[in-house]
C-alpha cells in the first residue's frame, strides 16, 4: 500500500493508494479517476512516480487519500500507458472510461466489468479489440448514446472468443459483435436481454 502524503487534496491533485494512482476529479463529490502518476510528499519534497500495471489488476470501487474516501468514477485518459496487464476488472462504480485506456501493448487478455445498473460510457479510442475474453455486466454507450455505428464496435470486440453478457444488462445495439469473423467462438446472453438487435453478429461465421 503506497503511503499518503499531507498534501491538501483538490481537484485535479493526484495521489496513490494500493500501488494504483488516482486523480480527483470533484472534492465535492469525493470522486476520482485511475491514472498512471501521481506525486507523494514526505518532509517538505515532492517525489512524482508514473506506474505501469502488470498482471491482473482489479480497479477497486473506492481510493482512500488522508483518510477520506473517493469513489472511482473514471477511468482517466491514457492510464495504462506503457502497461502490461492480463487481465482487468471494472468495477460497477466507474461511469466513464477516457480515450487511450488500452492500445496494441497494454490491451488485456480478459476484461470485466462489474455488474451494476449505471450505464458505462465509452470514449473514442478507449477500448481495443486484443481481448480474448469479455464479461459484460452493464449497459454501455459510446461517446453519449452513439452506439449504432458498425465501426464503433468493429475493433472493440473482433479479437474476442468468448462473451457473456450478465442479467444486469438490459440492451444492445445492433452490430455489437459484428465482423468478428472466425474468432467468437461463445456468446451467453443474459435474462435481462429482452430484444436482440438487428445483425448483433452479423459478419461472424460460428
Not at 466507474?94 to 480478459?110: R, W
Not at 476484461?111 to 481495443?128: A, C, Q, V
Request: proline letters at 2%; glycine letters at 8%.
Amino acid at each position: 500500500s503506497i503511503i499518503a502524503g499531507i498534501a491538501r487534496a483538490q481537484s485535479g491533485f493526484r495521489f496513490g493508494y494500493n500501488d494504483m494512482a488516482f486523480i480527483i476529479v470533484s472534492e465535492e463529490d469525493q470522486t476520482v479517476a485511475l491514472t498512471n502518476s501521481y506525486s507523494e510528499f514526505i518532509d517538505n519534497h515532492q517525489y512524482d512516480y508514473t506506474l505501469a500495471y502488470k498482471g491482473i489488476l482489479v480497479i477497486p470501487s473506492t481510493g482512500t487519500y488522508n483518510n477520506k474516501s473517493y469513489t472511482v468514477v473514471e477511468i482517466g485518459q491514457n492510464a495504462f500507458y506503457n502497461s502490461s496487464i492480463t487481465e482487468v476488472t471494472i468495477p460497477a462504480s466507474v461511469t466513464l472510461i477516457n480515450g487511450g485506456f488500452l492500445d496494441a501493448n497494454s490491451s488485456p487478455e480478459k476484461i470485466i466489468l462489474e455488474d451494476g445498473f449505471k450505464t458505462l460510457e465509452i470514449n473514442s479510442g478507449s477500448l481495443f479489440g486484443f481481448a480474448k475474453e469479455w464479461y459484460l455486466g452493464r449497459n454501455i454507450v459510446w461517446q453519449g448514446n452513439r452506439l449504432d455505428d458498425r465501426n464503433d464496435f468493429s475493433f472493440i470486440f473482433q479479437n474476442a472468443n468468448k462473451i457473456v453478457v450478465s442479467d444486469a444488462v438490459t440492451k444492445l445495439h445492433e452490430y455489437q459483435f459484428a465482423d468478428n469473423q472466425q474468432n467468437l467462438k461463445t456468446l451467453i446472453l443474459g435474462n435481462g436481454i429482452k430484444e436482440i438487435p438487428a445483425n448483433l453478429c452479423s459478419g461472424c461465421y460460428n
